[in-house]
């Protein structure tokens, strides 16, 4: 089962940008569709960012213009580029395949705080 190293979280002001790194113990260009998740205290985890092998991506509203995913099949490597970062973005993120049901597996995520 492939598991999933994220990074690149940490404290920043509102407004501030992050890039966060996920690494796959094995290949992921056979998953159509990989993506960031993240789970604030007291809430559910939920999807922010999606995108395809063929590199279409889909964004929760609440990211869209905000935030940008990408991959890169060729180093088992997914992206997060969150700019305008608001404290309502303040969650551990992680990244994971897009499948329905929600995989069972995860890994440790990555703390992203937003705070002045």
């Known amino acids: 089962q492939v598991q999933y190293v994220e990074s690149g979280g940490g404290l920043v002001q509102p407004g501030g940008s992050l890039r966060l790194s996920c690494v796959a113990s094995g290949s992921i260009s056979s998953i159509y569709a990989m993506g960031w998740y993240r789970q604030a205290p007291g809430k559910q985890r939920e999807l922010v960012a999606a995108?395809?092998?063929?590199?279409?991506?889909n964004y929760a509203d609440f990211v869209e213009g905000r935030f940008t995913i990408s991959r890169d099949d060729a180093k088992n490597y997914v992206y997060l580029q969150m700019n305008s970062l608001k404290p309502d973005d303040t969650a551990v993120y992680y990244c994971?395949?897009?499948?329905?049901?929600?995989?069972?597996?995860w890994g440790r995520g990555t703390q992203v705080t937003v705070s002045a």
């Open positions: 994971n395949r897009v499948a329905i049901p929600i995989p069972s597996h």
């Open positions: 995108i395809t092998t063929d590199d279409s991506a």
